[in-house]
């Protein structure tokens, strides 16, 4: 059974910084690209970021570039996204997710329960 | 990078049909056969419900279909059963490895 967990999330005051995790379980997470989707409060859903099996190609939304890094650790099933420069509207449930088959990120499979991340003073 | 468009909620009784809609550009929704529908419970994580514009994910009822029109595409729910109220997202892809969402729409079956 596929199981992504993420942790990572909690409260940091703005300008400051966050990394989250995903553990990945039940499939072989080498072969695959990940994704990191997020809900602020209330609302919809955003693309944040995705990278590539082996972490050659990396993409994110307008903006969180600069600010925000996506990796991964193949050897201990991990992915991660490293958060800069905190600013309020970057308050929301963050999701660590991906595709059932090793092929672009055309669409999600697979979703953790996700992690929330609010940034307030 | 902009959110494709949704209505923001639509409504219906048991056993009827609805249709939401999901409007995008020429760059993503127009430009490729790549939308997907996401169905939302509260508190929940997003489930896959069509893929590819109009294939069904296993285990995702008949009564749900997809379908594209130039630079718009749909999601239909027949036969509308309570358990269909949560809130759907379209999704596209937008080129370079990229996604773009929706704002969502709130079912509410009555």
């Known amino acids: 059974e596929v199981q992504l967990v993420e942790s990572g999330g909690g409260l940091v005051q703005p300008g400051g910084s966050l990394r989250l995790s995903c553990a990945a379980s039940?499939?072989?997470?080498?072969?695959?690209?990940m994704t990191w989707v997020r809900q602020a409060p209330g609302k919809g859903l955003e693309w944040v970021a995705n990278?590539?099996?082996?972490?050659?190609?990396?993409n994110y939304v307008d903006s969180v570039k600069g600010r925000f890094t996506i990796s991964r650790d193949n050897a201990k099933n991990s992915l991660y996204l490293q958060m800069n420069s905190l600013r309020v509207e970057d308050t929301a449930v963050y999701y660590c997710a991906s595709r059932a088959i090793a092929a672009r990120p055309y669409y999600l499979d697979y979703w953790g329960q996700g992690t929330l991340v609010t940034v307030s003073s | 990078q902009s959110a494709l468009t949704q209505p923001a909620s639509v409504s219906g009784s048991p056993g009827q049909s609805i249709t939401i809609s999901c409007t995008g550009t020429?760059?993503?929704?127009?430009?490729?056969?790549?939308v997907s529908w996401y169905q939302q419970h509260p508190g929940k994580a997003p489930k896959l419900m069509i893929y590819e514009g109009s294939k069904r994910t296993s285990g995702v009822s008949n009564r749900f279909s997809g379908s594209k029109s130039g630079n718009t595409a749909s999601l239909t729910i027949s036969g509308l059963q309570t358990e269909d109220e949560a809130d759907y997202y379209c999704c596209s892809y937008a080129g370079s490895s990229t996604l773009v969402f929706g704002g969502g729409t709130k079912l509410t079956v009555l």
């Open positions: 990278i590539q099996q082996d972490g050659s190609e990396k």
């Open positions: 039940g499939f072989t997470f080498s072969n695959f690209w």
């Open positions: 020429s760059s993503d929704v127009g430009n490729y056969n790549l």
